[in-house]
């Protein structure tokens, strides 16, 4: 168990590096440049550099600042993070905790994040990042429940909250495909609710550069601050995961219902490769709204969810159940 | 209205004006109590109606102060130029313009940081570029700094 | 200076700091902020972080000189900073420049201007948390930057002008590269529309927001793309032509409804018209003396001169007193930015922070030249 776990925590580091790599490489095709292309090669190690240098670089608490919870956040951020990658199903038969209540403790140990982004934010004694931390409590909160029900409605579906079921459910088609149109507005709004959960742009008002100059996390350096990138890669990376596993069948290879031939084929295809092709595909999605996207303004952001999101995935449950009540999917 | 009735309707305002035409604008000289029913009438008429306050600025004359609003009308497009005479170089003083144009604000503002003139009944005086306790008003001629370079 | 001294504070109030070091307040400009909750109560300006007392130094210099301080106020809009100033004197010395010069200002004034204004697209998008655009918009002004640099020496201060005309002829490039760069960015426009303007989230974030009425407009002394968003019309190249632009068929860009979006719409419109003036000049720029024969030492007769140009943020004034010696006896500069910052208090009433680095963004303020 704790060898899974090092490994685990491993594979976690290697992943970030990776995606802040891509993340670069990303916004410089977007931004008609080249990107980090000196360190390394074509600057893969570029990201290895900047993590040495915030290694060595003071971890400066302020004065005025609560001392203990200002240096604890960034640990619940960072630990709230990993403990969302246990229940993921990385290939067939490759799934660290199959808890059987897998949607539920997702959903829930995904919104505890908020308590680490708050503790940051009103710890430092920054104006700014008070402002951050409040901003951040009202937007995760509000598309926590978008995010919930975009869920619910895929568990309805399969009749399970175990992944490993959720996926096997999709062994003869993606939900995604098998669903119907109010699978694919579960997904739109899954993405756009997780964007927003994990602050990244067009959402990204709890940092929001141009007007709280860092939000929550101006006053961390060093170390500390890098643990505030980690966990958004990892959250990048877990949100994903999880949208790819619920919608997009997870490890399962692309399989039409009744054509055994081609699903053969595609079983040829290592399920892994499967599951990681659909992550970053999701991941690009991710970015390229944030390369793209202007940021919302708070009130907008709030309108978003309560006024369209919310109602919308409201009627889309109603849709959902009568569906599987009724058993129009395939 | 041409400059000449511009001069015809403004001595019918107020006769102890005195006019300058030597440039491109008509220069109005006044005393500086007389510049609020002054402005007042020029901003408020509706021949005149200088309704744009373009440049606000002081001149230093060693022996007298010289506040100068440049004004336009963007209705009839005829501009003035007012001048008002401030003479008393130790205490200087004069009404703000704020409650006629807006624009005033700021810019007297920057007159008082720079040229120390106290303007009454404005919102918030205050130095703008140099600090609180700054000894001097730098754009006086009498003005000495011993860490300025002569060019 | 600091929190808790001021008037601006009442009981209760959560005061802010925005700058003098801010990422959206392009330089050293300090807003201090009063709020409830998110929402604007009342902003201070508190200047001075970059004041160099241009003013206070034009007093020394003589008038070929104190033309290139005026490169360090509006650096975006240098040349026609510059050109400000040298009409001044040479409305004084009553010398006219040649008409080559006449054209080549012109050319190099609308360059700038469109440079600017490209400038100002790239930031406005990173202001609102786009950060893409900006690379878009620099690809272009770079280019025009580059041309620039072939004929003046340098890309961002270029203390061309002088007094009767230019300081040298232009490159034997010139005209060639400016009509590629003009056929690239006629090329690339919808490149432009396709990532802001068309979005709806930017759109959003611009309508309604930092509205400014006509007469407010007025009364704060507005100018440039921000009095003409609100109705004002005041193009000085319209209304005081100066240096030939009463021969060339451009538009005044107005807007009646006064919001950012409105400002956002007007420096567009102004990209495509600087874009129009400078190809109806390139082809015919006339033979002759870049340079009308002036003395070495400049004296200007004694007396009031007033000078008004259009930058690419609004009107220009440079007034400058003279007691008939070789320097100027004052000299003052009407800087667009500084009235136009003026109203942004009336603007920002009651909106959002994030809808006061739109605002900003839309005003485009350049803090040196508020400074001086």
Known sequence: MVITGVCLLAFLVVLCFFLGYMERKVAAFMEIRLGPNRVGPKGSMQIVADTVKLLFKEGLTPDGADKFLFNLAPFIVVITSMLVVAPIAYARDFQLWDINIGVLYVSSIS???????????????NKYSLIGAMRSGAQIVSYELSIGLSLISIVILSGSLQL??????????????????????????????????????????????????????????????????????????????????????????????????????????????????????????????????PRLRIDQLLNLEWKYLLPISMVNILLVTAMAIMGWHF | MTNE?????????????????????????????????????????????FDYLFCLTCIDWKDHLMMVYHLLSKVHKHCIVVKAKITDIQNPKIESVNCIWKTAELNEDEVYDLFGIRFLNHPNLRRLFLEEDWKGFPLRKNYVDENMIKL | MLLGQDHITEEGEFVINMGPQHPATHGVLHLKIGLDGETIKKIEPHLGYIHRSIEKMCEQLSYRQFIFTTSRMDYLSAHINNQACVLAVEKALQVEATPRAKAIRVLMAELTRLASH????????????????????????????????????????????????????????????????LKQIKEKAHEYDELLTGNVIFQQRLKGVGYLSK????SYGCSGPTARASGVSCDVRKLFPYDGYEQLKFDEILNTEGDSWARYLVRLGEMKQSISIIEQLIDNIPEGDFQAKTKNVIKLPKGDFYQRVETARGELGVYIVSDGGATPYRCKFRSPNFSNLSAIPKMAEGAKIGDLVAIMATVDLVIPDIDR
């Not at chain 1, 919104?111 to 004694?125: H, K, N, T």
């Not at chain 3, 007469?215 to 007025?218: G, I, M, S």
């Open chain 3, 215 to 218: 007469e407010d407009a007025v």
């Open chain 3, 118 to 181: 490209q400038l100002w697209w790239a930031c406005m998008g990173l202001d609102l948390g786009a950060v893409t655009p900006f690379f878009y918009a620099f690809r272009e002004r770079e280019a025009i930057n580059t041309i620039i640099e072939e004929t003046c020496g340098t890309r961002l201060t270029q203390n061309y002008m002088v007094p009767g005309g230019v300081m040298m002829d232009i490159h034997p490039n010139f005209q060639k590269r400016v009509k590629e760069v």
């Open chain 1, 164 to 293: 490993s079921e959720i996926i096997e459910s999709q062994a003869n088609g993606w939900w995604i495909f098998k669903g119907h149109i109010p699978v694919i507005i579960s997904f739109v709004i899954f993405i756009i609710a997780s964007t927003a959960e994990i602050n990244r742009a067009p959402f990204d008002l709890t940092e929001a550069e141009q007007e709280l100059t860092g939000g929550f996390h101006t006053e961390y350096a060093g170390m500390k601050f890098a643990m505030f990138l980690l966990s958004e890669y990892i959250n990048l990376f877990v949100v994903s995961a999880i949208a790819a596993t619920i919608f997009l069948g997870g490890w399962m290879p692309f399989h039409i219902g009744g054509l055994d031939a081609f699903n053969h084929i595609m079983d040829y295809i290592p399920s892994s490769i499967w599951f990681f092709g659909k992550t970053f595909l999701i991941i690009f999605i991710i970015m390229w709204f944030r390369w793209t996207f």
């Open chain 2, 5 to 49: 009735e511009l001069k015809y309707s403004i001595t019918e305002l107020l006769p102890v004006a005195t006019y300058d035409e030597s440039g491109e604008f008509l220069n109005i000289i006044i005393p500086s109590d007389e510049l609020i029913p002054l402005m007042k009438e020029l901003r408020s008429k509706k021949e005149f109606d």
């Open chain 1, 111 to 125: 919104s505890m994040a908020v308590i680490g982004i708050l503790m940051a934010g009103w710890s430092s004694s």
